[in-house]
C-alpha cells in the first residue's frame, strides 16, 4: 500500500470506497448509516486542494481507502477514512491515520481528534487500541462541540457517538507513538 494524496480524478473513485466501506453498517442495524450518501465531490475537493485527502492505493495505484482532515482548535481533526472491505484488516486505516498524524505534527499540530460511534467494533473500539482516549463534556473544545452539533442535526446521534484524541508526540514518527 502506498499512501500519497489524492488527485482530482480520484474523487469519485472516493465515493466508491466510502459506499462500499458503509455496507457492513447494515449487518449492525444502521441501514441508514449503509446508505448515506457519500461526500459530495466538491466536499472531497475542499480537502484535497487544502492539501489533506490522501489515499491508499493498492498495487496498480488505484485507491482502496482514504481519510480528509482539518484543522480544529490546534489539533488535526479527522474528517472521514474509509477502508474498502477489500482492503479491511490489512493496516490501511492505521497507515492513513499515522499519515495524518506526520502531516499535524509538520503543521505543528497536537493532536488528532475525530468522532465516531461508540459501539461499533470498527470505530470507538479501533481507535482506543490505536492509543486515542474518548473525551468528556469538559474535554470538548469550541470545534468539536460544532461538529458534534452538525452531526446531532444529521441524525447520527441516532446511535451513541463519541469525540476522541489522540496526543501526537513531536519527533515521533510513529501514529501517537504507537509502532
Given at each position: 500500500?502506498?499512501?500519497?494524496?489524492?488527485?482530482?480524478?480520484?474523487?469519485?473513485?472516493?465515493?466508491?470506497?466510502?459506499?462500499?466501506?458503509?455496507?457492513?453498517?447494515?449487518?449492525?442495524?444502521?441501514?441508514?448509516?449503509?446508505?448515506?450518501d457519500?461526500?459530495?465531490?466538491?466536499?472531497?475537493?475542499?480537502?484535497?486542494?487544502?492539501?489533506?485527502?490522501?489515499?491508499?492505493?493498492?498495487?496498480?495505484?488505484?485507491?482502496?481507502?482514504?481519510?480528509?482532515?482539518?484543522?480544529?482548535?490546534?489539533?488535526?481533526?479527522?474528517?472521514?477514512?474509509?477502508?474498502?472491505?477489500?482492503?479491511?484488516?490489512?493496516?490501511?486505516?492505521r497507515?492513513?491515520?499515522a499519515?495524518?498524524?506526520?502531516?499535524?505534527?509538520?503543521?505543528?499540530?497536537?493532536?488528532?481528534?475525530?468522532?465516531?460511534?461508540?459501539?461499533?467494533?470498527?470505530?470507538?473500539?479501533?481507535?482506543?487500541?490505536?492509543?486515542f482516549?474518548?473525551?468528556?463534556?469538559?474535554?470538548?473544545?469550541?470545534?468539536?462541540?460544532?461538529?458534534?452539533?452538525?452531526?446531532?442535526?444529521?441524525?447520527?446521534?441516532?446511535?451513541?457517538?463519541?469525540?476522541?484524541?489522540?496526543e501526537?508526540?513531536?519527533?515521533?514518527?510513529?501514529l501517537?507513538?504507537?509502532?
Open positions: 500500500m502506498r499512501i500519497r494524496p489524492a488527485s482530482p480524478g480520484e474523487l469519485p473513485a472516493l465515493q466508491d470506497v466510502e459506499r462500499a466501506a458503509g455496507a457492513p453498517f447494515r449487518d449492525l442495524g444502521m441501514a441508514e448509516i449503509a446508505d448515506d457519500p461526500p459530495a465531490l466538491d466536499e472531497l475537493e475542499r480537502y484535497r486542494a487544502a492539501g489533506r485527502c490522501w489515499v491508499a492505493a493498492d498495487e496498480r495505484d488505484r485507491p482502496v481507502a482514504y481519510v480528509t482532515a482539518e484543522p480544529v482548535d490546534g489539533a488535526l481533526h479527522v474528517e472521514q477514512v474509509s477502508v474498502h472491505p477489500r482492503a479491511a484488516r490489512r493496516g490501511v486505516g497507515a492513513l491515520l499519515h495524518a498524524a506526520g502531516h499535524a505534527r509538520e503543521q505543528g499540530l497536537t493532536a488528532l481528534t475525530l468522532t465516531t460511534f461508540a459501539d461499533v467494533p470498527w470505530n470507538a473500539p479501533y481507535y482506543v487500541r490505536l492509543g482516549r474518548t473525551l468528556t463534556g469538559p474535554d470538548l473544545t469550541p470545534g468539536l462541540r460544532r461538529i458534534r452539533a452538525e452531526e446531532a442535526a444529521h441524525g447520527l446521534d441516532r446511535w451513541p457517538r463519541v469525540c476522541m484524541r489522540l501526537l508526540r513531536q519527533g515521533d514518527g510513529t501517537g507513538g504507537l509502532s
